[in-house]
């Protein structure tokens, strides 16, 4: 159950690693941005509809799309270079948010769901090339520091892009919070640009080279099914795949009733939307440098099962404690709190997939997580788009923290318990060329 003693601190990983602090800062600012982005257009999509079905109408429109997409976006990824596929992809979502600045009053909320889905389309080949990009900066005991690095990152960005976002938004309105991520985007296009390392997987000559239309689409088809047998042999993926079809179905409730939570159970505004979503990520920095520790004492498997059954007990507490009292300020530390196991979790669950699949196959097997998550996530914002209107926002929100108790203890039981597998027995593919 232990960690090699070989791994390598955050700070050694960041002081040899010069690519490794473009990726991350490249990631810092774009999801920065992204922060912004969210905070400012989940209320505004709320506010200015006041309904919870329109809120789920704005995350199915980010989340449908990636469920197709999802499916065959890893397949290009690991056919080209991942820094040029994050580079256009920031440029491409600059450019895409610009239709936002025309949504002024509810007869124009359509062009949110138009740019929402043709962004999150491009943001699914940027994500799984970023996932698939970051193995090949460190060495492989460094991977789960990486990664909690690369978590720490995310927190930061949520820090800073949470709290300002609900204040862009209250302030400035819409128009500002796009300006504002638009050039977040061009600027980590730039630093990814900067990377030297080659990030373009290998495959074989004849699956890129020499094909009539007909013959690269099933060539395509062929790869996706190499990629998903892969996952099929493997009992962790399956595993974090089962993990995330049943988180995912709770984050979707939470991207659509948090904003009502907030609003409407603690009687809060956009300012206070942005203070309690950006508050996770203060446990979430520090949780990174436990999660980093802890991968010198603990394999990702145990932190993976124990750090998510914690993150979904406090979840509960946050979601039920107003039926006894109503204020934000226990909503905020139950955030900060939640931030810790939240590092951890998404450290460990990272690694794990990393450790189980090729650097030729890790595109493939990353999009599917995403259009699985993506599927899931539809699902949860359909429900709680109802339901919350019907049962009440609460009760459905509780579901979330449920999902994780059970799927933290789903992963104990399969994964702990049994011995630990060979990668390369996994994906007989040969290693790739630098």
Not at 371 to 389: D, K, M, N, R
């Amino acid at each position: 159950m232990t960690a090699p003693a070989s791994t390598p601190t955050v700070r050694a990983l960041v002081r040899g690693h010069r690519d490794l602090r473009l990726l991350l800062a490249a990631g810092l600012i774009s999801m920065t941005g992204d922060w912004v982005l969210s905070v400012g257009l989940v209320y505004t999509v709320y506010d200015v509809t006041g309904s919870t079905l329109a809120s789920a109408g704005a995350l199915l429109a980010a989340f449908v799309p990636q469920v197709v997409v999802g499916l065959f976006a890893g397949v290009f990824v690991d056919r080209w270079s991942r820094a040029r596929t994050m580079v256009v992809g920031n440029l491409l979502l600059a450019v895409g948010l610009l239709p936002l600045l025309l949504v002024g009053d509810s007869s124009r909320i359509w062009i949110v769901y138009a740019v929402l889905a043709a962004t999150s389309v491009v943001e699914v080949f940027v994500a799984t090339a970023d996932s698939a990009m970051l193995p090949l900066l460190v060495p492989e005991e460094g991977r789960l520091p990486a990664n909690a690095l690369n978590g720490q990152v995310a927190q930061v960005a949520r820090l800073v892009g949470g709290s300002v976002g609900g204040v862009v938004a209250a302030t400035g309105g819409l128009g500002a919070v796009v300006l504002v991520d638009g050039a977040t985007f061009v600027l980590a296009a730039l630093l990814v640009h900067l990377i030297r390392t080659s990030t373009r997987a290998a495959v074989a000559e004849e699956t890129v080279e020499d094909h009539e239309v007909s013959g690269r689409l099933a060539t395509i088809v062929t790869e996706w099914r190499d990629g998903a047998r892969t996952v099929a042999r493997s009992r962790a993926l399956k595993v974090v795949l089962a993990f995330t079809l049943i988180t995912s179905v709770g984050e979707g409730i939470m991207g659509t009733l948090f904003t009502p939570y907030v609003k409407d159970v603690l009687e809060g505004n956009a300012a206070t939307l942005g203070t309690i979503s950006s508050s996770q990520a203060v446990g979430g920095i520090l949780g990174g440098f436990v999660a980093a520790a802890a991968a010198r004492h603990w394999t990702p498997r145990v932190l993976f099962g124990w750090g998510s059954v914690l993150f979904g007990l406090v979840d509960l507490a946050i979601f039920l404690y107003p039926t006894l009292y109503v204020a934000a300020w226990p909503a905020v530390m139950g955030m900060v709190l939640v931030g810790f196991p939240g590092a951890v979790v998404v450290a460990a669950r990272t690694t794990l997939m990393q450790d189980h699949s090729t650097d030729a196959q890790r595109g493939r097997i990353f999009a599917l997580l995403f259009g699985v998550s993506s599927l899931s996530l539809g699902i949860g914002a359909t429900c709680a788009g109802f339901l919350g209107e019907s049962v009440g926002i609460i009760p459905i929100l509780a579901l979330q923290g449920g999902g994780y108790v059970v799927a933290g203890l789903m992963v104990l039981a399969v994964l702990t318990a049994a011995p630990a597998e060979a990668p390369e027995q996994l994906s007989p593919e040969p290693a790739p060329r630098r």
